[in-house]
């Protein structure tokens, strides 16, 4: 298994928790670009969060460069577009931020659907994944 994010930090608390029993070697953490090209082929991806800054556009083709270099499924989360995450994005941009992390882009399901089908992927489930004040989409992208 690879666990790759853009933080080292992140990864370097991943490695930390990993718990004893999984045994030496069975992850291999990177700091990095999950769409990297030079990280190869991978059998499966799950993609949780890690496309939420991305609008429909750059979402359908990363999830698609993705398909190009998996056997196996995809599944990957965003933040889906409803009227009250709209509404609670728009009043976040009246506030100036402090720090320059990328913010949230809420994608519509049906824009990120009909965008990946017409890159030639078949999808597969696609369920709205929610607690508390955590909203996500989940959808799956099936083997070519």
Do not use: C, N, W
Request: no cysteine; proline share 8%; hydrophobic share 50%.
């Amino acid at each position: 298994m690879v666990a790759i994010d853009l933080s080292p930090k992140l990864v370097d608390l991943a490695r930390d928790r990993l718990p004893a029993t999984l045994g030496q070697g069975s992850i291999a953490f990177l700091a990095g670009d999950m769409l990297d090209p030079a990280l190869g082929r991978f059998d499966h991806v799950v993609a949780m969060d890690s496309l939420i800054h991305y609008s429909a556009g750059d979402m359908a083709a990363a999830v698609a460069g993705l398909a190009a270099r998996t056997a196996g499924s995809i599944v990957f989360t965003f933040a889906p577009r409803t009227p009250a995450l709209a509404l609670m994005h728009a009043a976040g941009k009246l506030f100036p931020r402090g720090d320059k992390s990328p913010a949230i882009e809420p994608v519509p399901p049906a824009a990120i659907r009909r965008r990946l089908a017409a890159s030639g992927l078949t999808l597969g489930a696609s369920e709205r994944v929610a607690s508390g004040f955590y909203i996500s989409q989940m959808q799956e992208v099936l083997p070519r």
